[in-house]
């Protein structure tokens, strides 16, 4: 059951997609397999530090965008594990060419995709079904005093949610423009 490994239009950003194999009694999905070649070749040798669910109740409702600076930058490879999530990742690294712009793509257990998000790069998503759980690798531990993160209407980023935003934490509502936070 190999997965497939689709680049997008941001160096490191991948949508990992698999094979869920069926049966009377219901599905069976290798979510991760660090030997296997597409595995390796998005992941490639980080160690996983930290694993993570979240669930959203509310449709509409964004997390994020958020990121952890260096030198306590981190991976995430994000999989929706129950419901359906318009996930973003949008390139924050200095000196890269795609500085500013993002990648979406919708995750759902049915289509059995993930979205790995490398160091640098900010990680959001949007709540398109009630109840929306997400599982979370990732390959740095959480630093608190490293957490950052972009405003998710950023009108630099222009990212043309698929609802409207709503639901935002405290937290969320208060995090600064792209051009006001990062050099």
């Known amino acids: 059951?190999?997965?497939?490994?689709r680049a997008t239009g941001i160096v490191g950003v991948w949508e990992l997609v698999g094979q869920s194999v069926r049966d009377p009694r219901g599905a069976f999905l290798n979510g991760f397999r660090a030997q296997e070649p597409?595995?390796?070749?998005?992941?490639g040798t980080r160690s996983i530090a930290q694993v993570n669910l979240s669930r959203t109740e509310e449709e509409g409702s964004v997390r994020g965008l958020h990121w952890q600076a260096a030198p306590h930058s981190e991976a995430k490879l994000v999989r929706c594990l129950r419901g359906r999530v318009w996930d973003v990742a949008v390139d924050l690294?200095?000196?890269?060419?795609?500085?500013?712009?993002?990648?979406?793509?919708?995750?759902?257990?049915?289509?059995?995709n993930a979205l790995l998000i490398p160091e640098g790069c900010a990680h959001g998503?949007?709540?398109?079904a009630p109840g929306s759980e997400l599982l979370y690798l990732h390959s740095g531990v959480w630093v608190p005093e490293a957490e950052t993160?972009?405003?998710?209407?950023d009108p630099d980023l222009a990212i043309p949610w698929p609802l409207k935003p709503r639901g935002l934490s405290a937290r969320d509502q208060e995090l600064p423009l792209l051009m006001a936070d990062q050099p």
């Open 93 to 112: 690294r200095p000196g890269s060419v795609t500085r500013g712009q993002w990648h979406a793509v919708e995750l759902t257990p049915e289509a059995a």
């Open 1 to 5: 059951m190999a997965t497939d490994v």
């Open 38 to 43: 597409g595995f390796a070749q998005a992941w």
């Open 149 to 153: 993160g972009v405003h998710c209407c």
């Open 125 to 128: 998503f949007q709540v398109l």
